[in-house]
């Protein structure tokens, strides 16, 4: 396996919930010498500088600011968490008398079969009492915990004919026999490193085990559970932290929860971009009219993963835009903007990969299906500049293992890159990148 493929599995499995993925992210910016700020205090801010917001512990946006007078923001976009099962507050249930299990309910739209048959544990965060605080402790139990066991075909002979998942009761993970000495607040709490007795309220998500590996008959493949965001949030974190410094400012913004809507305080639809950014020019001493022409002169990208045609199933793709895994980029296009391409944002970036010597591809939904949506569009209504939505090609989106290509990795680190390089302005006549 090679060093990117290598360095990216070892971030998804570091990472098993969105407080893990922003962890991973801070812990590498810190190491390049990134400077924390709080969004509690007022800021100061020197030029050239490096640094990082945090919003909940899972959404975080970096900030690679040069010398000079700043004319816009080179940002690029993904999301930190992915579908899975939340662990409800009081889980453990008795069930047929001699099995407890842990009540969970759904988190975003996930394939369910794909949760069925294999190891599974827990990660998340806690809140704990601390020296007279309330303060937050990452979880990862970092074994193979739970499982949810398929009724055997003897028992359900409908199982091949479409079969569909009730979560309230085919869902439940088997935590073990009936008779617990310990329950499994105790395993929270151990894997916390605090007493039961402090643990005041949890985060925590179920997560897939089965480690990611690479494969096929040329290694072209590479499998992993949540691909879908964390492939893209790599790619772009390793471009910006390869960039080299350009005029403008590069941000990184990795948002929570948009497989449910983006619609909490750290997620795409909140204040966190636009708060940080006008914080930013505000630090800087620029004025409100200064903040709104920087916003004129600025782009983003957001990054989130593209549907591959696939094998069993081509009849689903485009009759024209059909992305293909390790093809490049996938830039996506959708009429009624839930992707928020347009002929613009689409040749700022495609120039900017030509640059980079990375191949683009394209995807539309056929016209008589829906598809997905994403946070570019979601992102714009709040800080509204020239985006484009853009992915890597997958396979089995949203399923509890995803597969994608070995080499689009790579080109988006080499994108991103030459994105953040880059500026962004807007000139009577044109534009100029
Ligand atoms: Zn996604």
Redesign the pocket.
Known sequence: MDKINRELLHFISASPSPYHAVEQIRLRLEGEGYTELLESEPWKLTLPGKYYVRRNGSSIIALDLPEGELPGFMIMAG?SDSPSFKIKETAPVQSAGMYTQLNVEKYGGMLCSTWLDRPLSAAGRVAVREKGRIVTKLVNIDRDLLLIPNVAIHMDRGANEGKSYNPNVDMLPVLGSAELQRGFDALAAEAAGVEEKDLLSKDLCLYPRTPGTVWGAEEEFVSSPRL??LQCVFACLEGLLAAKRGESGAVLAVFDN??VGSGTKQGADSSFLEDVLCRVCEALGKSPAEYRAALANSFMVSA??AHAVHPNHPEFADRNDRPKINGGIVIKYNANQRYTTDSVSAAVFGEICKAAGVPVQRFTNRADMPGGS?LGNISSAHVSIDTVDIGLPQLAMHSAYETAGVKDTEYLIRAAAEFYARSFRRTAEGIEI
């Open positions: 999301h879908d965001d948009e497989e989130d993963n994403t």
